[in-house]
């Protein structure tokens, strides 16, 4: 069993995956379950996870995230989790607005984050996507116009070996005591 650190640390955007193969829904859960446990901002869950598993859905979808050469692997994805945004409560919304911060944006990558780990653990590869036409795919799976698509996450079991993670220095990005 691989500890936290060596699954932060293989973890890796796949962006190739093996056509038509099945995520068993046990493991799916186990996924969606990790994201439902995350941390949020006065624990406001601001968010929704539709789960596309199904053609000719993961297909239609999977097109909607592609443009501009972005994306293209997502056709072969085994399952895609939509993460939309949710109104949170009412002391996370004083908070953003007291502090200046959008709580909630946060909260969503969190999640997301927790779901990819959680695949990493699984076997599953992932890839978190921010480029899509959120327009379309919200007419597509009848997401409510007030809301926002944030993130896609697709799943699927990854035909390439790890790459080497790219990631700047240390000292770049970490200090103790002082910035
Ligand atoms: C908010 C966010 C949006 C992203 N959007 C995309 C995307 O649309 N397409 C894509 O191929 N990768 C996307 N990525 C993946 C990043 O490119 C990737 O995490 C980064 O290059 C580091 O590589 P690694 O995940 O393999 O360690 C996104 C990642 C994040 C956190």
């Known amino acids: 069993m691989k500890t936290f650190l060596e699954l932060a640390r293989s973890r890796q955007s796949d962006r190739a995956y093996e056509p038509g193969k099945k995520i068993d829904p046990e493991v799916l859960n ?10 949020s901002a006065c ?14 859905m993961l ?12 994306n ?26 007291i502090k200046n911060k959008n709580y909630p944006i946060m909260d969503i990558g969190v999640a997301t984050a927790y779901m990819t780990l959680a695949a990493e653990d ?20 009848g997401i409510p116009k007030d809301r926002r ?3 896609v996450l697709s799943l699927g079991y990854s035909t390439k ?6 990631r700047k220095e240390w000292d770049e990005v970490i200090s103790f005591e002082k910035y």
């Open 149 to 151: 698509l944030q993130l």
């Open 30 to 39: 186990r996924i969606l379950e990790a994201g439902r446990m995350a941390p």
């Open 122 to 141: 699984e076997g599953v590869g992932s890839c978190i996507l921010g480029w899509f036409d959120e327009k379309k795919i919200k007419e597509l799976v």
């Open 72 to 97: 293209r692997f997502v056709k072969d994805a085994s399952a895609l989790v939509l993460v939309t945004q949710e109104p949170t409560n009412i002391t996370s919304r004083l908070g953003s607005r």
């Open 43 to 56: 624990n406001g869950q601001p968010w929704h996870f539709t789960v596309i598993t199904e053609e000719p």
């Open 161 to 166: 070996a790890k790459h080497e993670k790219v």
């Open 59 to 70: 297909g239609e979808v999977a097109k909607a995230t592609a443009g501009l050469g972005m």
